[in-house]
């Protein structure tokens, strides 16, 4: 249920159905805070 990083793997978005429970994305604009890899989607 989670959405990971597909170059660290780190979970950016975790969730419990439909619950999200930890936001990594939105406050950064759709990058991974780790090693900066650009997610695509919309965010925030």
Known sequence: E???C????IPLIERV???I???????T???CP???TP???RWG
């Not at 597909?6 to 793997?9: E, G, I, L, Q, S």
């Open 34 to 36: 780790s090693c900066v």
């Open 6 to 9: 597909p170059t660290c793997k």
């Open 2 to 4: 989670h959405t990971y």
């Open 21 to 27: 429970l930890k936001d990594l994305l939105t406050p």
């Open 29 to 31: 604009r759709g990058v």
């Open 39 to 41: 997610i695509p989607g």
């Open 17 to 19: 159905g439909y619950r």
